[in-house]
Structures are given as C-alpha cells and as structure tokens.
C-alpha cells in the first residue's frame, strides 16, 4: 500500500470515528435552536395575548361605562370621570393632592350600616375637606357647607384593603350635606346623570349609626373600578370586600364610645 493510500485511509477512519460525535453536537445545536425559536414563540403569542386582552378589557370597560347612564347638561360621562381620575389608582397620587383617609381607618360594609350583609362593601373613604365644606372636628358628627357635586373632581375616593397591604381604587364620591344643601335653595336631592343622591342619615332609634358618623347628607357612588353586579350607582359592591383591613372600629362601635 502507498503512503498517500494509507494517509487517505486513515484520515477516512478517523472521520468515520467522529462522526457520532459530531452528530451528536449538531443535534445538541439544532435542539438549543429549535428551544430559543419555541421560547421567542410562545413569548410572542403571550404577549399578543396579554396585548389583546388589555384591548378587550379596555373595550368591554368603555362599552360598559359608556352605555350604563346618560350624563345631563354640564356633566361629565362615566369614561370622562374614569380618564379624570385614573391618576388615584396610585393612593399616593390622591393623598398629594389633597385627599385624607378616614380618620377612623374604617372600612364599611352594608351590616355596618344595618343593611343585608350580602350587598357587599363600600371600603375605605379617602376625602377632600375644602371640597365637602368641613372645617372643624365632628361635633358631634362630621358636618360641611360644600356644593360640590363635579365628578370630574370627585370629593371622596373609594379604596379595597388588599391582602399585600395595598389599597386599590373601586370606586368615586360626591358627598353634600342635607342642611347645607337645602340652605343653599335647594328642595331636593342632587342628581348624577338623572339619579338622585341617596339620602342618609343616622337612625337614634336603632344603634347602628347609618349616616356613618355624619350630619344627614346626600351622596353618590360610581363604581367605576370595581364591576358592581347591583349596578354602577348602587351604594354597596358585592364584589368589595373588608376581610384584609387592619384598621379601625365599626361604627356601632365606635358610636359607643
């Protein structure tokens, strides 16, 4: 045999011998391929996904809110209260420009106030004192002069306790006080997109105080963060809930005192 046969024949053995080996690490290599093509995929199709439904929830929101009450004259629509207050969802936004928590720390619920205990929640009120009228302590009640009823500057803030100690925003307030409201040359209620203000006010004869520890008012809520079964006008959520409040008394309790 010649040199050059024996060299060709050796380098042929040597290929045959690797050959294994380096089907083994093209097929290592097509496999990383094929796993980085899957991720980059599936990656994809998730965020497309997280994409459309942020689209859909924000279409269903709109449609929602655009389609549950007609404003009047002057007022703002529901997507206009929601657009002007969606900057409170951070609490901190709301207590820099102004708001305060309720000085109790309490989070109603409708038993609270001698209602069903199925109605649900309100939460935590967040409140602007210059827009309600109050400038004095409760005495003994919480009482105001204010007119305010701009939604698109709602006095008071509506917040869910949440289990990681958070708050979340469910819902906005206007609040008027009755006394005030009839001086001012009113004969009825305020209204909000044709709905009357709900009257409150404390019952002696009972010991549940009703009107939370307030002078008789009118008020409102729009539950435009919280998807209320009973309607976006209703006073109560269903869906709200207090169980991770740490805070303060209940007001029977508190009117104990």
């Known amino acids: 045999m010649h040199t050059?046969?024996?060299i060709t024949e050796s380098a042929g053995a040597g290929q045959e011998r690797a050959g294994?080996?380096?089907?083994?690490?093209?097929?290592r290599e097509l496999t990383r391929a094929a796993v980085k093509s899957a991720v980059?995929?599936?990656?994809a199709l998730a965020?497309?996904?997280?994409?459309?439904?942020?689209?859909?929830?924000?279409?269903?929101?709109?449609?929602?809110v655009d389609t549950s009450?007609?404003?009047?004259?002057?007022e703002p629509s529901l997507a206009e209260v929601r657009t002007a207050t969606e900057r409170f969802r951070n609490v901190n936004v709301a207590l820099a420009e102004g708001y305060l928590r309720d000085p109790g720390d309490v989070c109603d619920t409708a038993d609270m106030m001698g209602r069903p205990a199925e109605l649900g929640a309100m939460g935590i009120h967040f409140f602007r004192p210059d827009l309600l009228g109050i400038s004095a302590p409760p005495n003994p009640r919480v009482d105001g002069n204010g007119q305010h009823t701009d939604f698109s500057t709602p006095s008071i803030l509506i917040y869910e306790p949440q289990a990681d100690g958070s708050l979340e925003l469910v819902a906005v307030e206007n609040l008027v006080f009755a006394e005030s409201w009839k001086q001012a040359g009113y004969d009825a209620p305020p209204t909000f997109h044709g709905v009357a203000y709900d009257t409150?006010?404390?019952d002696p004869a009972?010991?549940?105080?009703?009107a939370h520890?307030?002078?008789?008012?009118?008020?409102r809520h729009v539950w435009l963060y919280r998807e209320n079964p009973n309607g976006v006008f209703a006073q109560f959520n269903p869906a709200v809930t207090c169980e991770h409040h740490r805070g303060g008394p209940q007001h029977a309790d508190a009117g104990q005192e």
């Open 4 to 6: 050059n046969d024996r």
């Open 20 to 27: 294994p080996a380096a089907r083994t690490l093209e097929h």
């Open 40 to 43: 980059i995929a599936v990656s």
């Open 47 to 64: 965020l497309m996904a997280t994409a459309a439904w942020a689209g859909e929830r924000a279409r269903l929101d709109t449609v929602r």
């Open 69 to 74: 009450s007609v404003p009047q004259a002057g």
């Open 200 to 202: 409150m006010f404390d």
């Open 206 to 210: 009972t010991e549940i105080d009703e």
């Open 213 to 219: 520890m307030f002078e008789p008012h009118f008020d």
